[in-house]
């Protein structure tokens, strides 16, 4: 049976964005540690709070495994000659080797025999090794944010305080940070706060627990959703459902004791979302709802104690949450005294980008791009379209947008409802902001849709145009998101609109605050957007060579694009498929590089392959050209598959490259019609099949 690994590294509290990172890196790091030095192990368990990161690591072998090493030395017929004696090259070897020749073994090889020194290296203790491995893996914990503290040359997220590092019960000994390692643990920083020593993880796990310390992220994560359920109960309410909140409390405590709290009744005549984001955002309190899902004037709170007083600290989490709520209240009767209308002058003075100009010379030119997506897929909506634009961005100078800066949209939604806005005009000031992240949902009408892709593109193509494109080491103004969240609108909604068209649009509007060509942004951002196609589609579960071969074709319109990646997928699931693939690129094998008239004259045709593959060409010529109209790709590839068979036909019986010129060149040119149709749906060429002469 293997032996125990426990390691502690005890810190100021780390934020708790940071400690489920860490966890997961921590398995990985101490996996790849041990794997790369050959000692087995058993499972690999985290542990963590804001103040300790807890490796355990079961069944560790006592010892690496030993390793035996083998270098080939020379042929046994030039290490040896006629009487056996060994040459200069078997010596030479063996004593590079620092062996002597008798020593050496003769081992086969795929041309004959061969010298061979092989060395058998003995595992060293795992104990010794771990001393090593530890203060690797801790150095190669990453964070978001890492700092320098003392006279120390290491990084980590916060101070260390302290290193437990145990194996098989006795202390692995190392340094890290100045801190050397040991066997005590510290129990909760206010109502334990002591050391104690530690024997291995079940006792770690027993005492810690004493210590008013719930190291198991799991444990503390179903203490807190009892806990705030059982106190939601207490006021015949719920607790709103928020996994991420949870999600963050659990790390932001070691010791969670839930408390419910009341506020005044008054505050619920602010908007919902801003007394949520007051509760959530900004103190991380669960809000408390009815059965019909209306908030309720209480909350709950989680405690990183058990506190002796539940009254005081009560009375302290609503005096906090009644400050906030009283700020917003200000705001709130403070930003509605004036329509949302008259606040869009104000947007001159809002610098959007110092060359890009004001937030309302941004609101000018994306309401021209919505209005042309208006004007060609909803001609009804085209005053609904231009009023929302204009107010789209008029709450970023609210004073209630400044205190609770993420509800953006949201207040320009109820502001302009109390401003007596058309609904759909509101819906659209808060929608236009979606997708605002991966799996976001869509705006829900097009309205919201076409202020948001104009937005989004306007944000992409200025960046672009003053050299502010995305990275390896950054994206500040979030241009892949930007660009993602215009194609999920586009392929959620099915909107058939010419990229290129939109983005040409969007440079114009941009003259004059853009330095590079207007052909070069052009073809960056068109390059740009079918690179997070590409990503997009593939991680969707397409294939690769199936998605580039479209998109080498088609990237202007990705509704269309994405039609035809999800046909040409369906049909690589059939047999069919790969023989086509192949006709195709025998195809455009024998077209490459010469020079052929389109121009197909049947009289020179000498076989009736020709013929035969001449007329099918013909007979479904029309059919093809109806269905590719009509967006019907899987008809499209069920016409051309019935090209597979003539084509076949054609290159077992006709010689193309004719010595007779017209001959040669009639044949070139029916394959030229032939090719003209595959390229017309994708670049088969691109398409993963068996190698084809």
Not at 508 to 530: P, Q, T, Y
């Amino acid at each position: 049976m293997g032996k125990e690994l426990l390691l502690e590294i005890g810190a100021e509290e780390i934020p708790a964005g940071f400690v489920l990172h860490a966890l997961k890196e921590i398995t990985l790091l101490i996996r790849n540690e041990l794997d790369a030095n050959r000692i087995a192990h058993g499972e690999v368990k985290t542990l963590g709070t804001p103040r300790r990161l807890t490796l355990l690591v079961e069944d560790i072998a006592e010892k690496q495994e030993d390793m035996k090493r083998e270098k080939l030395g020379p042929p046994i017929h030039m290490a040896f000659d006629d009487r056996g004696k060994p040459t200069k090259a078997a010596l030479g070897f063996a004593k590079g080797q620092g062996l002597r020749v008798e020593n050496l073994v003769t081992v086969k090889g795929d041309k004959g025999e061969y010298l061979c020194a092989v060395r058998k290296e003995e595992g060293k203790p795992s104990s010794s090794l771990l001393a090593e491995i530890l203060p690797k893996v801790i150095s190669s914990i990453s964070f978001p944010k890492s700092m320098r503290w003392s006279t120390v040359k290491i990084r980590f997220a916060r101070p260390i305080h302290w290193i437990l590092a145990l194996f098989d019960g006795e202390v692995i000994p190392f340094t890290f940070g100045g801190i050397e390692s040991g066997n005590c643990s510290y129990g909760h920083r206010f109502m334990a706060p002591q050391a104690f020593e530690v024997r291995d993880f079940q006792t770690y796990e027993r005492q810690i627990k004493c210590a008013f310390v719930i190291v198991d992220p799991q444990e503390r994560r179903k203490m807190i959703a009892e806990g705030i359920a059982k106190a939601a109960k207490e006021v015949s309410g719920t607790v709103l459902s928020n996994r991420d909140l949870l999600e963050e409390v659990t790390y932001l405590v070691e010791y969670p004791t839930a408390i419910v709290g009341n506020f005044e009744r008054e505050f619920l005549g602010l908007p919902r979302e801003v007394v949520i984001n007051a509760m959530q955002e900004h103190q991380r309190y669960f809000p408390i709802v009815d059965e019909r899902g209306g908030l309720m004037p209480y909350f709950v709170s989680i405690c990183n104690t058990r506190p002796p007083d539940m009254e005081t600290v009560r009375r302290g989490n609503e005096r906090v949450l009644k400050a906030r709520l009283s700020d917003a209240k200000f705001f709130f009767e403070e930003d509605t005294k004036e329509p949302l209308d008259r606040k869009v002058e104000a947007l001159k003075g809002v610098i959007f980008q110092a060359q890009l100009g004001s937030s309302y010379e941004k609101v000018l030119r994306f309401k021209e791009l919505a209005l042309s997506l208006a004007r060609k897929f909803r001609p009804d909506l085209e005053g609904k379209v231009e009023r929302a634009a204009m107010l789209c961005k008029a709450d970023l100078v609210t004073g209630m947008v400044g205190e609770f800066p993420t509800l953006q949209g949201v207040v320009g939604r109820e502001y302009a409802i109390i401003s007596g806005e058309d609904e759909e005009v509101a819906i659209a000031i808060s929608e236009h902001y979606l997708p605002a992240f991966a799996g976001d949902r869509l705006p829900s009408g097009p309205v919201g849709d076409f202020i948001s892709i104009g937005d989004k593109l306007d944000t992409i193509v200025g960046c672009f145009g003053i050299g502010l494109m995305p990275t390896g080491a950054g994206d500040p103004f979030a241009l892949r998101r930007q660009a993602l969240g215009i194609i999920h609108i586009i392929l959620g909604k099915g909107y058939p609109i010419s990229l290129s068209e939109l983005i040409r649009m969007a440079v114009e509007l941009l003259k004059g605050k853009i330095e590079r060509s207007h052909e070069e942004i052009e073809a960056d951002v068109l390059a740009f957007f079918r690179g997070r196609l590409v990503n997009l589609l593939i991680s969707k579960g397409y294939p690769g060579d199936l998605v580039e071969a479209v998109l080498a074709v088609q990237a202007d319109d990705l509704q269309d694009a994405h039609a035809r990646v999800e046909a040409l997928a369906k049909f690589k699931g059939k047999p069919e498929f790969e023989p086509l693939a192949v006709v195709f690129k025998r195809v455009a094998n024998i077209l490459k590089g010469v020079d052929y008239d389109l121009k197909t004259d049947p009289a020179l045709f000498e076989t009736p392959q020709e013929n035969r593959l001449h007329e099918r060409y013909l007979s479904m010529k029309e059919r093809f050209t109806s269905l590719m109209k009509n967006g019907d790709y899987e008809g499209v590839i069920g016409a051309l598959a019935r090209l597979r068979v003539p084509v076949d036909e054609f290159f077992d019986h006709v010689l193309v490259m004719a010595e007779d010129k017209r001959l040669r060149g009639n044949r070139l040119s029916l394959l030229g019609k032939i090719h003209g149709l595959f390229s017309q749906v994708a670049d088969f060429s691109r398409v993963r099949v068996v190698d084809v002469g």
